[in-house]
């Protein structure tokens, strides 16, 4: 799978190690940065990876910042994205069967690294249901067109 993932500096550390993490399962993976724990700011990161994955240059995304929260408010300020703050398992499984969520974001000063991972994890393998939740999905793009 086509992977992109990125951070600002509250999240660079635990992109290393999920990065490696995917690599290591022959995922391709495309870092976006940032590239040192130097303060950034989080939108510079999350827009361009969020325009890449709603292009369909890659089939998931990966943001983390300290919280998870600034990051998914970013992403989802591009039209198409679908980025999804989760904090366990249940979240991301739910994230992708009923949201279609397409860009994971993550909390670098909240999580451990084996949560994030099985978080990560449950996230890439979850496929949408479709059925009666392709309407929603629908109807949140119809809120994207409204935004103009």
Not at 72 to 76: E, K, L, T
Not at 85 to 91: A, I
Not at 138 to 144: E, F, S, T, Y
């Given at each position: 799978m086509r992977i992109a993932i990125g951070a600002d500096h509250g999240g660079y550390e635990l992109k290393q190690q999920i990065a490696d993490f995917l690599i290591a399962q022959g995922h391709q993976v495309?870092?976006?940065?940032?590239?040192?724990?130097e303060s950034v700011d989080y939108p510079d990161f999350a827009a361009p990876l969020a325009r890449a994955v709603v292009?369909?240059?890659f089939e998931r995304?990966?943001?983390i910042c300290g919280t998870g929260i600034g990051m998914?408010?970013?992403?989802?300020k591009v039209r198409g994205a679908r980025a999804a703050?989760?904090?366990?398992?249940?979240?991301a499984h739910?994230?992708?069967q009923d949201n279609d969520a397409n860009i994971l974001c993550l909390g670098g000063?909240?999580?451990g690294l084996g949560l994030a991972l099985d978080i990560v994890q449950v996230f890439l393998n979850s496929e949408f249901l479709g059925g009666h939740h392709t309407r929603r999905?629908?109807?949140?793009?119809?809120?994207?067109?409204e935004r103009g």
């Open positions: 495309q870092d976006f940065g940032t590239h040192s724990p292009a369909g240059e995304g990966i943001l998914s408010i970013a992403a989802n703050l989760c904090t366990d398992c249940y979240m739910m994230s992708r000063r909240v999580l999905i629908g109807k949140i793009r119809a809120l994207d067109d």
